[in-house]
């Protein structure tokens, strides 16, 4: 069981995107901080504290103190804090413990959507303490998400990774690819980082070459998800097979193979712009 949606209008009501916290998150800099009570995201790396209220999770509210309390805005109407936990936390007893990353979350879309963002605003500013040009430690700026250097004036932003991801096709197959640590049977699409002078599109072809061998042309973008482990963007994109046999890049893939769209292996969780991609394109029930 999940509590998040079977199928989505569209990529961008896919979790962890800004659209699954419309109308209930405002989000704010540090600098804005009016102090006292508020909500709070508290993690403790990829898993998520949550309090339950007439039965459906919500975020704790409390008093929120000290230097691991970053103020992140305004969570329906109130204050909002994140909150990181180490593995020697003690937890209270009242909160429930939930996987951001699990197949089936049992958050729901808003909060597993607060925890991505927390995740991703941590990941920033354990990279940003100190400045890139002088080595000299940074603060945040007073009223938006940037870091800045007294020392030499600098300033600095989030640092946001874009990843092309891409299912390739031919008349009644799919190329598909597994990577080593995911579970057994489990394929999903050709993905890479965008490198220097490239579009999206070329890393998607390029990629794709060099992951399976197979030559692809006729790239259509269907959407792009926020994908906060730790700090990408997936873009993704449908190509069509031009020529060439599957070999595997083993440095990257344990296996890549067609499938024929009548016997398709274990797929990506619906949580993912990989299943969105497969379920629109192939029209997968």
């Known amino acids: 069981m999940t509590s998040l949606p079977a199928h ?54 409390g008093e929120w103190s000290g230097d691991s309390a970053l103020y992140l805005g305004r969570w329906q109407g109130q204050p909002c804090y994140l909150i990181d936990l180490d593995d020697a936390t003690k ?20 909060l597993l959507s607060m925890g991505g963002l927390g995740r991703m605003i941590l990941h920033w500013q354990e990279r940003s303490r100190f400045c890139g040009y002088c080595g000299q430690p940074t603060n945040w700026h007073a ?29 009644g197959e799919v190329l598909l690819t ?22 999206l599109e070329e890393t998607a072809i390029r990629e794709i070459a060099e992951e399976t061998g197979i030559v692809a042309n006729n790239i259509r973008y269907v959407g792009s998800q926020c994908w906060p482990f730790p700090s990408q963007v997936m873009v993704g994109f449908v190509a069509d097979y031009v020529e060439g046999e599957v070999k595997v890049d083993t440095t990257e893939l344990a296996d890549a193979r067609w ?23 192939l029209e997968l029930p």
């Open 8 to 61: 989505y209008a569209s990529p961008i009501h896919l979790p962890f995107n800004r659209a699954c916290l419309d109308g209930q998150l405002v989000l704010q800099g540090p600098g804005a901080d009016p102090g006292g009570s508020g909500y709070g995201v508290l993690l403790c790396g990829n898993k998520m504290l949550t309090a339950k209220s007439q039965g459906r999770f919500v975020l704790p509210y």
């Open 143 to 171: 009223s938006e998400w940037g870091r800045s250097c007294d020392a030499c004036g600098e300033h600095a932003f989030p640092a946001i990774h874009p990843c092309a991801i891409v299912l390739v096709t031919r008349p």
């Open 259 to 281: 499938f024929s769209l009548d016997d398709l292996p274990s797929l990506p969780p619906r949580r993912s712009i990989a299943r969105y991609i497969l379920d629109t394109a």
């Open 178 to 199: 597994r990577k080593p640590n995911w579970a057994p049977n489990r394929y999903s699409l050709v993905a890479g980082f965008q490198e220097f002078a490239e579009s």
């Open 91 to 110: 937890l209270p007893e009242n909160l429930e413990s939930c996987g951001l990353l699990d197949e089936n979350p049992q958050l729901p879309i808003d």
